[in-house]
């Protein structure tokens, strides 16, 4: 089993940055896919961003040309860099990995997941 920690949530105003962590250990072969999703209070678990072994990556609608996922399959983590940071991000974010196949967007083709972090984006 993946053990999967997320880092770099915070408070940020409107327009501005943060920049996701989540790091990786334990695993015995890499996933083909990595992903983020995230969940705001009272709302599923949504797809946000995923990338390939070999950097191919993929959005949601609402984060695409903001978002930027990425993973340094060396150190095993993954990124993501958020700009233009809006107050309907505000969610906790989290890390999946162990894509079992499927849908990439689906949170049910993922066996691990972080703890999550905290993104909070005021107006």
């Known amino acids: 089993q993946v053990q999967l920690v997320e880092s770099g949530g915070g408070l940020v105003q409107a327009g501005g940055s943060l920049r996701l962590s989540c790091a990786a250990s334990g695993r015995t072969f890499s996933s083909y896919f990595m992903a983020w999703f995230r969940q705001a209070p009272g709302k599923e678990r949504e797809f946000v961003a995923v990338v390939n072994w070999n950097g191919t990556d993929l959005y949601a609608d609402s984060v695409r040309a903001r978002f930027t996922i990425s993973r340094d399959n060396a150190n095993d983590a993954l990124f993501l860099q958020m700009n233009s940071l809006k107050p309907e991000d505000t969610a906790v974010y989290f890390c999946?990995?162990?894509?079992?196949?499927?849908?990439?967007?689906?949170?049910?083709?993922?066996?691990?997941w972080g703890q999550g972090t905290q993104v909070t984006v005021s107006s």
């Open positions: 999946a990995d162990s894509w079992r196949g499927g849908a990439y967007n689906n949170v049910q083709q993922y066996a691990s």
